[in-house]
């Protein structure tokens, strides 16, 4: 039988109920903490009692609730700074502020230090990408930085994650999809289908994924598609293409939205969302060999298209709602080519 003089320091088995506690002094308060691993009086003491003790010794002192990074990040989302950025932007950050709550959220944002941050960095990118480490290195400096508004951090401390360089690495260029996977594609997903209609939506309007999800049928006047860019508040007025008629033409109307959630499993429809939109095309993709080229990249074939078509910067940027800088960055590589060629001919000419 284990009494409790058997037990190691600092545990304790509750009178009224036998559950086994973990206590200690931290700035001069007892704190108890319910173990996982419980057993009964007639039982030994288990190996993992000794491990889970070691781990709760070595552990920072708890954190009063409304004081940890878990609180900060409840304050960040209600602040109308969460509340104000696009909705892609909250989509992005709700991909990495749910880690933060489960392995930082028991936390004071005081005992986050840099070389922990730096660390965090490093491993992020060895488990992840570059790209996805220094997005989540930013998603973590701007949680810190609403701790230091509430009060969390004094103005003495620094946000620990402020200042860390992002890790660098090769940029993989955009390319626009080639004829031959264009092609490819309209031979694979027939009209009619949603992988065809957000196809051709993407590039005969030459938007983004965002702004294509939201359009509705109440958008299309006569041969017009209206559109309010989400990211920049641009107005545009784009003529439909005859390959995205005939997809809109093809596409059964079920909702407001002209791409809606699959039917088949769900009884309300509504807007096809962004994760089941990107993870549909990433298989039709995959189908056509085009894994290279993602749905963005139909924005950048938009505006090559116009530009073979022989179309200025402006007139290129009148369909994209882009800058004219813009546009050259998203053309460079296929201007470039054309340029060389001309010269060349040129020069063979000469």
Request: glycine letters at 6%; charged letters at 30%; hydrophobic letters at 35%.
């Amino acid at each position: 039988m284990t009494k409790g003089k058997d037990l190691p320091s600092y545990i304790h088995r509750r009178k009224r109920d036998g559950v086994l506690l973990f206590r200690k002094r931290y700035a001069g308060k007892i704190v108890e903490i319910r173990l996982e691993t419980q057993f009964s009086e007639d039982e030994p003491v288990p190996f993992a009692l000794h491990q889970e003790r070691e781990r709760l010794l070595n552990a920072p002192a708890p954190v009063r609730g409304g004081q940890d990074v878990a609180a900060a990040i409840r304050a960040y989302r209600a602040a109308p700074k969460y509340q104000d950025l696009k909705r892609r932007t909250r989509d992005d950050y709700e991909k990495h502020l749910p880690y933060f709550e489960e392995k930082l959220g028991h936390l004071s944002p005081r005992q986050i230090e840099r070389h922990h941050v730096i660390a965090w960095r490093d491993a992020w990118a060895k488990k992840k990408s570059p790209h996805f480490s220094n997005y989540r290195l930013r998603v973590l400096s701007i949680v810190m930085e609403h701790a230091k508004d509430i009060g969390l951090l004094t103005k003495a401390e620094e946000n620990p994650a402020k200042g860390i360089k992002a890790l660098k690495y090769e940029k993989q260029d955009r390319e626009p999809w080639p004829d031959t996977k264009v092609a490819a594609f309209r031979k694979t997903y027939a009209y009619g289908t949603r992988e065809r209609t957000l196809f051709e939506l993407c590039l005969g309007t030459g938007q983004r994924i965002g702004d294509v999800l939201r359009m509705q049928w109440g958008h299309i006047v006569d041969d017009t598609i209206l559109v309010r860019q989400g990211k920049t508040g641009t107005r545009l007025e784009i003529p439909i293409t005859p390959n995205l008629a005939a997809a809109l033409a093809s596409t059964e109307r079920t909702s407001l939205f002209i791409l809606t959630k699959d039917m088949s499993k769900t009884k309300r429809p509504g807007q096809w969302e962004y994760r089941g939109a990107s993870d549909a095309m990433r298989a039709a993709r995959e189908a056509v060999g085009a894994e290279a080229y993602d749905l963005h990249a139909l924005r950048y074939t938009a505006a090559v298209e116009l530009l073979l078509a022989g179309c200025s910067d402006d007139l290129i940027a009148a369909v994209t709602g882009q800058s004219a800088a813009m546009v050259r960055h998203y053309t460079r590589h296929v201007r470039q080519r054309v340029r060389a060629r001309e010269a060349q001919d040129r020069r063979d000419r000469f």
